[in-house]
Structures are given as C-alpha cells and as structure tokens.
C-alpha cells in the first residue's frame, strides 16, 4: 500500500467551536460592522491553521483577505510588520502611495490606510488576519489599535493570534486592551484524544491500530506535534497502511520529527533555549533549585525565564517540580545534544543531585551515564524515556562487584576522590536494597573513613547519616543514637542543606522503633519546617508518613488524614524508598478506619516490589507481619505469601539481627495462623529493642492462642500487649486490645489515662489523652503565654508548640484558649504566670 499523506481537509477536528464562532463574526462583518477576534494559545495549538481556514471561509464568502505573520525581527524596525504585510497583500502603486512619507507624523500612514480600507470595503467586506501578533513592533501595535477603532462601523474583520507566552511589551498591551475594549476573546486548549483519533485517521487515510493511537496520545493534544509525528513517521517506514489499517512499525520518533520539534522553538529566546538544552538532561520533572544548581546559577536567576516557558506551555508547573508540557519536546532536546556536552551534563546532574538529597538509583543513573565506559554493567533504560532508571538488587549487586576486585570497601586513597565515593555509594546502595544490614554498616564506615581521609566535612556529615540508618536497621539503638544524639549544626550542612532534615528524620525513625512515640513525632514536626524552609517539599514526604504511623498508634486518625494529604501533595518528586513507606502507612490508617479494600489497594505498590526490593522490610521489620495481614484479610494468598518469603530473606540475609528473625516468624505466623512461630516471632522480640514489633506479635498470637482454643492463654497474652501499648502512648492499638478483650468477655477496670480508650467516660478520658509533652504546653499557654513565649520557656520551636496545641485542641474538644484554661482549671490548679 501507498504511504502518501492526504491533504487536510478544510475542517478541524476539535477546533469546530472556534471556526463557528469566526464564520458567525463573518456573517455579522458582511452586512458592515467591524469586529475584532483574538485567538490565544500554546505553540502548535493550531492558530495558524485556524486563521488559514478562516481565510479560506471569508474568500468563500465574498471577503478580500489580507494576511500576514509578524517575525520576532518585527520588534525592533518601525512599522516592520505594517509594512511587509501590506507589501504582501497590496498592488505596487496602493503600496506606495500609503507607505510613502509625506510627513513627521509616525502614524500618517494609518489615516491613509484607514481611507483606503473606506474605498475597499464598498465593494466587498474585508478580513484581516495577522498571526503572531503580539510579536509586532510598536508602531504597528498603536497603528493596530487605531485602525481597529477606526474601522469600527466598516465591514472590516480583524483576527489576531498571539501565542501563549504573556512577555511584557507594548504588542501585547495593545492587544489587551483590544480585548478590554470589546475583542472577543478563544483560547485554544489541548485537542481531545477523540480530536486526535480523528486528524489521525484524516493523515494517514486509514483507521489507526491501537498501537498508533497509544504513540499520537504522546503528544498531549497539541496539533503540531502530532502532525509532524504522523508525517515523519510514515514517510520513514515506521507507520504503514496494510488493508485500510495504520499499523505502528516502530514506536521511536524519525529524525526528521526531533528536528521539526527543536525548529518549532525557534521563538523562544536564548536563553530560554539554553536552559531546556541542560534541564532536559534533569527527566521529565525536576525542581528549581535542581535546574539551578545544574546551571551554576541562583535559583531567582531563573525564576523570569521559568516563568517564560511556563508562558510558553513548555513546562508546566506540579507543585514542588517542573515538568515538560509534552515529553517528546524533551526528548528532542536532549537527542541533539552532542555526546561530550550529555556526558558533562549528566555529571553536574549527579553532583546537583547529590547535594538535593535525591535516592541514590537517581543519583547514581546520573553518575553513569557521565562516566566514560559502559557504566559499570548497569544498562540504564533511556534517559529520554518517562520512567526513571531504578536498578534491581541484582543490577546494582553486579555494578557493586564490577567496581573493585574484593567486597571490601575501598580505602585507598590513590583513586580520585569522586571515583571512591561512587564505589562506596554503589556498595551501600546495592547493600541497603537487598537488605544487607552488616554490608550496610561497612560500607558506610568505609565512606566514612574515606571522607576523613580527604578532610570533607561536609560529606562526614551525610556518610555519620547512612551509618546511622545501618546501625538503627541492625538493631544497634544504643550506636546509631550517639550518632544522632549529636547537635545537627547548620553550618555544617551548606553544601549538603538536606542532610539537616533527614538528620530529624532518621533521628524520629529511631525513638518510634524505640517506643518513644512522642519524641519522633516532635522530630518529625522539626523535619518537615525545615524541609519547607529549604523549599525541598518533596523530602517532607518521609517525615510525613512517619507522623501518620504515630498519629495512627494514638488514634489520633484526623490528624492522620491531614498528614496524607499533605504529604500526597508532595508526593510527585519523592523518592521510591519515601513513596512505599507512605503507602504502608496510608494502609495502616485505612486498616484503622476498617477500610480494607483501600488498604489494598494502597498497598499496591508494595507488593509489586516484593521479594525482589525488601526495602520497606529492612527499614521497619514489623511491616512485614501488617503486608501479610492486609493481603490475608482480601482473601489474597499469593502475595502475602510472596512477602512472608521476602521477610523470610532478609532475615536469612541477617542471622544475628534480631528484629529481622522475629520479623519473619511474626510474618509467616500471621501467613498460617502457626501459633509456634508466633511464639518464635514474640521470643525473638523480647531479646530485641522494638517494644512496639514486640507487642504486635504479643497481640498476633494471642489471636492464635485463641483459636486453638487456649482462651486463658490468650488473654494473659493480651493482657501483655495491652501493658505494652499503653506504657509506650500507643492508645489506638491498645483499644485494638480492648476491644478484642471485650469480645472474650474480658473487661479490664480502667483508672486513670486508661479511660481515653473509651470515649463514654467522659471528660477525664479526654484530658488524660494529652501526652506529657502536650500538658506542658497547656499548662503554660493556661497562664496566659504565647506560643512564642512558651516555646522559650520550653526550649522549643514555636512550629512545635502549635502543634501540641492543636493536638490538644482537638482531644479535648475545645476551639479556643479560653475553653482550654477552663480544662485545665477543671483537671488540675494552675500556678501563677511566671512560677516555676
């Protein structure tokens, strides 16, 4: 079959509103009355073929037609654009006579004109069409806007199309004010996907498959794109038409495509250029201070031509990141850089990463990709494509291999400083997805050590964070809280800012697996402030998830709520580890709240990951025993088996570490109701430092106990998990227990802060839910402080006296300071203002 393209036809799908709203203005022009259009859109949305069209509509309709295209040469020449258009359209003799100068007057020429259009339009009515308009010099502008006004009451049809870019200039003022004054005014979106089908199967003269459809739907509706997307792909052979069907031959754009795509930029302006070539090395999204930390610049450098190319709808704005409009524009871009300049790139894209705080396989896709070689065996998928390279346990196993002789870490100083800190960062990496806690650990002493070594302060700073994270997954509280028990000074952190949050982050995920429940949700708190006054949003998202979990132990499911809409929102640029830390916990508060389905569904994510990326069991061992729980109770075998097995590797990975052996008997005992295991799982626990894990599994076989009839056992046991939560603030899972102790006709006397488990006691419960923390705040803000006085009083944040107090705020029921000094003068008398 023939490849020929077939002409378009004088419609255009999805435009079919605004070529009715022109063919009406025609309608009510010919009769005499000027009017004035101003079509608005993105590059390539179509306004050159729409103002092609509505010439080819007014001609049909007896209109003259002028025509023409300002150049963004026009802005500098007087009456530049004026002049060429009416040379274009007029005789020689009625040229000459309306541009010749006679006088000083500038705008001469627009009485002229407007005589002439007097004379003309006589005979018939005219249209004017004048494509990117707002690139038109100044004097065309106020001619433009005096001839407009002066045509008013003649059968004159003006349509401008200026792009979407909204630059400053007098062009673009004059046709503001065209619009104030009565322009109509259409903006031209994205063609929908049944547009697209449509021109599709207009180009190519046969029905698309279903393959050419998921390629067309690439270019986001812009008409443009996918017209040179069709075109260059038939004429290369890699769309054919085989019995009226277009069949996709191969999925990647012809040259002759990325070519189109860079020319179709050309009115962007240099600098504009310049940026797009390096930011598209950064993948489809990225943050400002990514792009600024690429290009050596200030970030508020960059915010004016930011601003332009979100103008432009070349990039587009997703909360914390940036993004490419259209993905093919950025893989365009990033095709015509040269091999040399991609490589320097994609080096300074490692170390601005670096410095970001990005996830290591990120980091390390750029790190390869501008190393000279084959990148150490790792084949990154394109770095062009949507999806980011994220290398498997067994890539980066291999990558670790190939970068020395031996396992042991390097420590040699001969090899350049950046060479040994891939090395190390390779080892750790591949170490930590496979959970390995002992390699962990010594690598990250080794980084150390190398760090030392070559006097880098500041990446001391970040490696004493990785062995601190090692020693916490091996069990090692007592070494990894001497690490993080030291002052995380600022100072020590310019070059490195995100290591000042991570620092409370990490630092919080130590006091929850200890128990400590209060103290990480107030590191937690001072993570995410900073993260909000770095503008790094995105690193937020782990302290986030860990507030949830702690919201969601005190029951606290408001609260938690709150948590994962923020965290949500922040969630586009974060890193895999954060992401399925969020998805855990966002199933536990749906598992909270009853709502099973979405907990799997939630969880999706997880599963996917297991037992090839037991990531999420090396950071917290208990969730192993929850995943099982939540595919058991949907009825979903496999995968929880699959994630019992995946516990079971960790701990095989790590005999000596405690929580990773009970882990995987708490996860198979929960996968088979097995009460030996469970008892395995909880003897195990007992040895270790997880006062939480340990009451979980106290509570998990209790439940086994009792189905195998053992009642009396049980409810010793849960009697035992109950102690344990309420001694550690956990009031959700210990009404969990009650409830449970309830159904076995147990009911335990509660005295004092054990009434807040049940809410029909009254006022009391409610008061003794506060937390020590929490009655300090209270207390003082009872005595008439400020937040800010009682942050110094207390020596903390006022960030984190606001969120006691609204904490306390909502457990007691009160909205206001003044219902609050009554609570406390009903529980407890307050000592004068001032007093110790």
Known sequence: MGNDVKSTAPAFPGREIILYEIRQALGRTAPGGGSCLVVEGAAGTGKSELLRLAGMHGEASGFGLVAGTAVPLDTGAPFSTLRRVLRENLPARDYALLTDRQTFDPLAPVDRIVEYLRRTTRHRPLLVALDDAHLVDDLTADALRNLIDASASLPVLWILARGASRTPGHAQETIDWLIREGAARHRLEPLS??????????????????????LVARVNGNPFLLNELLVTSLSDGRICVQDGVAVLIDAEPAPAFRQAVVHHLRGLSHECLRILDAVAVLGPRFSIHEAAGLLGRNPVELLPVIGELIAASVLEDEGPCLSFRHPLVREALYDRLSGPTRTALHREAAATLWREGRSAPTFLEHLMLGRRGDGDGLTPAAPHQEARFVPTAGQLAVAARRTAASTA?????????AELMYRTTLRYSAAQVQGLHGQMVAHARAALRIARDHGDRTNRAHHQLWLAIALTASDEFDQAGEILAERCDPSDHVALPWVR???????AQLKLAAGRLDDADEDAVEAVRICERLAAPSLAVGPLALRIRVAVHRNELT???????????????ASGAALEELSWVTALLHSAENDRESALDTLSRVYSGVPKRPLLLTREPHAGACLVRTAMSAGDSERATAVAEAARLVATRNPTVTSAVAAAAHAEGVLCNDVDRLRAAVSAYRSGPRPLSLAAATEDLALAENDAGARSTAIGLL??????????GARGDALRVRKTLRSLAVRRRTRGRDRDLDPVEGPRARWDQLTPSELRVVRLVA????????????????HTVDSHLRHSFTKLGVTSRVELTRQVLTHEEIPPAGSG
């Open 559 to 573: 609260e938690a709520n709150r948590h994962v809409d923020h965290a949500s929102r922040l969630s586009a640029a």
């Open 501 to 507: 949050p991570m620092w409370h982050y990490h630092r």
């Open 719 to 728: 009697d035992e998990a109950l102690a344990r939560y309420k001694n550690h």
């Open 193 to 214: 996907p049944e547009a697209v089908a449509e021109i599709t199967a207009e180009l190519l003269g046969a029905c698309p498959d279903d393959d050419v459809l998921a």
């Open 409 to 417: 870490p390097p420590s040699a100083p001969s090899a350049p400083y």
């Open 783 to 798: 005595q008439g402080l400020t937040n800010r006085e009682v942050a110094e009083k207390l020596f903390l944040s006022p």
